[in-house]
């Protein structure tokens, strides 16, 4: 059986888990999030226990059995606490500020770049050069950071770009003038 598939997930007060079916749908303070579960997984909410059962020892649903119960204990924690990811805008004259439910960005083109936020992920601009992304569903925000952060990828010759908070940007060498 799988190890964390096994798992019960506890459920911390002020969080509501309803199974009907398929459906696993979690409300806490800081949102609601919903989850189908796959087929050959089931879940079961006793009181302040969530638990993630797998119907055949089927390799593809022993695969899923960890995977659902590891997305239902993002679910949980979300809802309670919320997730963050940290941004940060390096490069002269790179910078950001937030326009209602928009990021305005100038990022070295020659316009400015507006990037819708989802529903769900809000956004904080500090200093003009760090964005902070908060939400409850954790797989979403990740998404939003990773489009964020294709806008300008951080060049290795430079350094210039989006970058992720604590990510270490290896440098290349660029070309020598003169060198034979």
Known sequence: MSRIGKKPIPIPQGVTVAVAGLTVRVDGPRGKLSHTLP???SATADGSVLTV???SDHRSVRALHGLTRSLLANMVHGVKDGFERKLEIVGIGYRAQLAGQN???ALGYSHPVIFPLPEGVQA???KQVSITLRGADKALL???AAQLRA???PDPYKGKGIKYAGEYIRRKVGKKAGAK
Do not use: I
């Open 53 to 55: 059962e797998r119907d």
């Open 142 to 144: 990740g998404q939003t």
């Open 39 to 41: 087929a050959g997984v």
């Open 151 to 153: 806008l300008r990828k």
């Open 103 to 105: 990021l305005q960005l």
């Open 124 to 126: 904080e601009v500090e």
